[in-house]
Nanobody
Framework: QVQLVESGGGLVQPGGSLRLSCATS????????VGWYRQAPGKQRELVAR???????NYADSVKGRFTISRDNAKNTVYLQMNSLKPEDTAVYYC?????????WGQGTQVTVSS
């Protein structure tokens, strides 16, 4: 059973920063691609950033240049550094890994950007 645990969300003012963490047990993050998704109220869940086992990354256009995804294999953790946050970044953020035909999701962490 794969468990993903997100943390690091909170309330931040526009222009501020947060770092989200997604932790798991075992070495799955060094083997499979990992994605960060987000879902705002009334909207569909969308891919924010993704990192492959080889370290290649891709980002949604809306976060390019502001967000950075990274991975620490020794800690079995994937991070999402979010800078220059905007109110439209407000959402629940989820960590995802797909193994075979099965998608695994964490419980999500709330990010609220507001003054």
């Amino acid at each position: 059973q794969v468990q993903l645990v997100e943390s690091g969300g909170g309330l931040v003012q526009p222009g501020g920063s947060l770092r989200l963490s997604c932790a798991t047990s075992g070495r799955i993050f060094s083997i499979y691609p990992v994605g960060w998704y987000r879902q705002a109220p009334g909207k569909q869940r969308e891919l924010v950033a993704r990192i492959t086992s080889g370290g290649r990354t891709n980002y949604a256009d809306s976060v390019k240049g502001r967000f950075t995804i990274s991975r620490d294999n020794a800690k079995n953790t994937v991070y999402l550094q979010m800078n220059s946050l905007k109110p439209e970044d407000t959402a629940v953020y989820y960590c995802n890994v797909q193994i075979g035909f099965t998608n695994y999701w964490g419980q999500g962490t709330q990010v609220t950007v507001s003054s």
